[in-house]
Structures are given as structure tokens and as C-alpha cells.
């Protein structure tokens, strides 16, 4: 699955540009200001760049570009900017970014831009295995086979507990509530009940031991998160 960082820093935007962006595939990790989005970018980067021109605090969106480009980063960059700002358009541009879309946009649109700059990128249409390290252990998915390695031993997880598993380890550090989970592994019709997804969680970390616990984390009164550093 291919990685997305969105940074944007209107909440209502970023919601659903995430929403969309994930019901189109991607895995979306959505930053609010540009130097949480820099210090991620700095860990690791992800396979294309959303990136809101004007943000808050001290680094701005073209900041952010122009300092990829002066380390010789070749990530994909479409910015988002605001209607009338033809002049930031044409200097994020020249600062490096590859793409631009006025808000307000159509997030189609945003899918086929994102779409096209991946194909020209040369990227792969998706990495087909994903592996997380915690302390010394590592956590390896083979996403065609839907099996899961964990220092290098095959969890025996079934396909329920492999697809929640999968999809909290797509979003690393996103929390995920029980309803949220319950409604994109169950799907939005099946008439369950919440605790089903604690119960899911319970037996894939019985199944891995205790060091499942590390990647799997209890946001107390909100839900789960998955939290391990990804491997290139
Ligand atoms: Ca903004």
C-alpha cells in the first residue's frame, strides 16, 4: 500500500481529504503543522506529499519544499493552495513541488494528480511487504499472502484478525476508534457491537506474545493504535 503524508491544517480539509484518500487506497498519516509534518518527513518518507502552502507556526509549506529539495529528496509534492495566491503557486513551483490544486478542489481530482505524479515517479503500484521494528523486534507483513512475521516466526492470525492488524499497522501512530474499526473491517452494515474489535485485539496479541503489546497500543477511553518504526 502506498504511503501518503497529508499536511494541512484546516481540520474539515484534512478530515475528508484523509477519508478519501484512504477509501482510494492509501495509507494517510495527516499532520495539523508543518513541523510535525517536517519531523516525520525527516524519520522517514512516505511515497507522495500533500502539502498545504499556508500553515501555522514556523514552517510553511514551501519551507517544507524547499528544504526537501536542498537534501536531494525526489518526493513526489503536490501543494495545496488558496484561490488569488498565483504568486506562492508559481514560487512553490520553482522551490520544487511538482504539482499544484487550488482549493477548493475536487478530491477525485486530487486521486487522478496523485495518481498520475506516482506513475511518473515510477513507483510501484504498491509495496507488497510492510515491516515495523519495536525495540529490537521485528514485524513483517506479506500483504498478497496476508501473513504476518513477527522476528521472523509466522503469527497464526485469521483473516479478521490479519485485516485489523494490517490496517492499524498501514496508519502508524493514527488512533483508530472501536467503531471506526468495527465499520472498515466488518463494513458499515454488520450489526455488531464494539467490544467485538477488543476481542479481535485480545487474541492477535495472545497470538504474538507478549510483545504484541509494544505494537499494538490501548488509547484509553478511544481505541487503538499501532505504533512502530516503519522499514524502507
Ligand atoms: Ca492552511
Known sequence: ????????????????????????GFSVRWFLAGEEGWEALERGEPDLLVLDLRLPGKIQGEEI?????????NLPIIMLTAYGEEEERVKGLQL???????KPFSLRELVA????????????????????TVEGRELV?????????????KVDLTQIEFRV???????????????????????P????????????????RKKMGLEAGQFIQTLYGRGYKFSGRKEK
Do not use: W
Open 65 to 73: 519544499c524547499s528544504r526537501l529539495r536542498e537534501k536531494g529528496s
Open 141 to 153: 507483513f506479506d500483504l498478497d499472502r496476508q501473513e504476518v512475521f513477527l522476528n521472523g516466526e
Open 189 to 204: 452494515a454488520y450489526d455488531g457491537f464494539d467490544r467485538v474489535i477488543d476481542a479481535h485485539i485480545k487474541n492477535i
Open 113 to 132: 494528480r496523485i495518481q498520475a505524479l506516482l506513475r511518473r515517479a515510477g513507483k510501484t503500484p504498491r509495496v507488497k511487504k510492510l515491516s515495523f
Open 1 to 24: 500500500m502506498q504511503e501518503i503524508f497529508l499536511i494541512e491544517d484546516e481540520e474539515k480539509v484534512g478530515k475528508i481529504t484523509r477519508a478519501f484518500l484512504e477509501e482510494a
Open 165 to 187: 492488524l494490517a490496517l492499524l499497522a498501514q496508519n502508524p501512530d493514527r488512533p483508530f476508534s472501536r467503531e471506526e474499526l468495527l465499520e472498515k473491517i466488518h463494513g
Open 96 to 102: 520544487g513541488a511538482d504539482d499544484y490544486l487550488v
